[in-house]
């Protein structure tokens, strides 16, 4: 039995007085993808953010590789050298090309001289299929492309796990397929991904694991087919229902 | 929409003006007594316009009632014979004005950036410091902050000790006070620009530097900071613009700037008139040389999607 990549155990965070987590356990084998659904402002980006530290915790702990990333002396640049973090907005550099966005963080933390990173990045763009927008700002790029460059961003880094944050939802219908294929295919290389998304598609073919997380608790996990097909919880079925009906309409 | 800078005939006027400049100090300063001519002697007759305005006048008056537009061409010529007797003498003072500007508007960023940093990302204490700062010298005019390091600090005789000041080609004390006023100043102003500059750039990119393993410091530094200089290069060229006419005030501690030499002048020769009109010229010649240049590092580092860009 190897230890869990990613383990999480018995989180709480709050934010004043409002409990956003309350007790949340999750654990993530190398070469997971497990997708994180749950209703608006059940705290989805919050676990997020807990994991890759841009947010602090109130108690419990985040191992990664039976690290405890949550202790005061742990080096939150360190963790973040690991663990890549796609956003829903994009949040790419505006200054810098498709290839400066790729190249920063090697450059700047992991100290690559810049040919370097000009070539490594160059892969990542490819690997993403935009090595021929490399010269382009953020601005000349589609959304779906903008999303492409961010997680060629986040790869250019070599993390041991990708977070991913609704990474489809700021995007027009027609451009969801091509982040999609994206992720579908490091899901297939076998990297570690954690993603929030209602992507139903995504999540019925890629994901090993599926979390529902209700009002700050993981209400039920279980494989794909298990958790659409026959939830055991009342508040799974019931989101589940609404999830669909919202769908519906949208081809 | 092409800038009313670009047009040749001002390009031509400009050039024609630095090199007048630049000529001009370098004979007073370095060839006098060799090759060039005398100091504050023209480096064009005046003689000759002297004449012809003289003759212009003479030609009005017989012609009579008629001879209207000959008059004025006669008082172009006289401006003319005026302006290249007294150009030599202000050449000083706008040599004064460019330095007393850039400089300050240097020091005063490299104060300015600290600032506006503060403002957006420092703590409690650190922001409410900064903006204190900010409005105290927003809130009290420029003149009375210049007299108040004049007159009511030791900050001349300080400077007077200091080697080197007032010899040879580095000005005198006064003119370092109002370096150092003018760059408090203008700090205050310049970091108000920055910090709408640095507000306005998204916080998400700040998460995803962090979120790449950079630190916030870097984060700001590499992310924020080259976005922000470009956003608020607009409003540094008004504050460039403004700083070089606002310097007219150190005349009043005794700095010898363009508006001050045209002053002493024109209190010995009575010539108010033409020789304000000609400190107007050149002011408007600095300033405008000042956006030109502007506008040049503005097209240069121009970033599709980063601020306003221009067709
Ligand atoms: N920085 C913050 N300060 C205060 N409250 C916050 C902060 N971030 C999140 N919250 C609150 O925490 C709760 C959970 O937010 P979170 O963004 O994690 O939800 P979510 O599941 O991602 O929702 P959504 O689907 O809308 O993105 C919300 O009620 C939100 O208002
Ligand atoms: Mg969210």
Redesign the interface.
Known sequence: MTRPLLDIDDLYKSYGSEDVLEGVDLEMDRGDVTVLIGPSGSGKSTLLRCVNQLTDIDSGTVALDGTDVTRPEADVNELRKQVGMVFQDFNLFAHLTALGNVTLGPRKVLGMDADEARERGREHLEQVGLLDQADSYPAELSGGQQQRVGIARALAMDPELLLFDEPTSALDPELVGEVVDVMRDLADRGITMLVVSHEMGFARSAASDIVFLDDGEIVEHGPPEQLFETPEADRTREFLGRLQTEHEGTP | MGSVVSVRPLTVGLALFWLWLSGRLANDFLLVGSVGVGRGEPFVPVAPFAAAADSAAALAASLGPVGEPVLWLAGGFEFAAEAIGYLPLLAGGIWTTVLLTTVSVCLGFALALPLSLLRVYGGRTARWAALSYTELIRGTPLLAQLFVLYFATSLTQVLRGVPGVGVGFVPAQAFWVAVISFSLNSAAYQSEYLRAAFDS??S??L?????????KL?GIR??VV??GL?LALPSWTNELVYLVKYSSLASFITVQELFGRTSTLASETYQYTDLFVLAAVLYLALVVTASALMDRVESRTA????GHTRQ
Do not use: K, W
Request: proline share 4%.
């Open positions: 750039v998204d998400g990119q998460t995803a530097a962090r979120a790449v393993g950079l630190s870097e590499y992310v080259p976005q470009r970033t599709v999607g980063v």
